[in-house]
């Protein structure tokens, strides 16, 4: 099956090379996008991530700075030439995020938010839609024909984790989701080995696990200074870490499953 590319910036989802996405879970203040935006960009990342609404267990945790956060990520994403992606929970968000941002993430939580995903659909955003950690394949695929059933085509797909019976990681990396998912409905797959793994030692063998199945991209967090940050930190790597991660993830350069589109089915 053909995969459908899609442009974000100078960065091509479903082309021959891996995209990286990189960034703070959470948006927390200028200095520490701005850092950490250099750091990501220096690595060789193709798109800038950052929280601006986050969707907390608790409602208790750090919420997120709002449009705050987006006028900083919009500063970091143009002093460092990446365009940028936050997550919106609701279709007012949408029309704020707009303003500021060039692709709209949908979490693991509102995947099955269909007024949402609907909207999202006539925004004709670029859209990147996290698996539901209770959702099959199927059910995923079907939030996004509600993207695509508006008319929107630019959609890329964000597997990271679904929840099992294991605890020693946050989530359960079903790594065959990538290559059911892609193939059966043409678009690109992107792998988030943190919000899986919930640890940062494991970030590098999922991300390479997730390259081999054949995803278009990853996904990471980062922070410059992980042990405090504000939301996700035990799963972010430092700004030095990323530096030997992009190496790694990058040095093949080519996504190293391409001759998948070549197998019969
Ligand atoms: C995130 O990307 O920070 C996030 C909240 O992810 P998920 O929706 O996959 O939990
Ligand atoms: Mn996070």
Known sequence: MQIR?????????????????????????????????EAVAAGGAGVLRGGSWKP???????????QEALRILRRA??????????EVMSPEQIEVAREYVDMLQVGARNMHNFILLSEIGRSGMPVLLKRGFMATVEEWLLAAEYILKEGNEQVVLCERGIRTFEN??????????????RDSIGLPVVVDPCHAAGRRDLILPLSM?????????????VHPDPDKALSDGGQSLSLEEFALFAASVTQAGESPCRFQERIRR
């Open 5 to 37: 590319q899609i442009t974000v910036g100078n960065a091509v989802f479903g082309g021959p090379r891996v995209v990286l996405i990189a960034g703070p879970c959470s948006v927390e203040n200028e200095d520490m996008a701005m850092r950490t935006a």
């Open 56 to 66: 907390r267990t608790s409602p208790y945790s750090f919420q997120g700075l709002g």
């Open 77 to 86: 994403g143009d002093e460092f030439g990446l365009p940028v992606v936050t």
């Open 168 to 181: 020693w990681t946050r989530a359960t990396l079903d790594v065959s989701s990538i290559p059911l998912a």
């Open 209 to 221: 696990a997730g390259l081999g199945a054949g995803a278009d991209g990853v996904m990471v967090e």
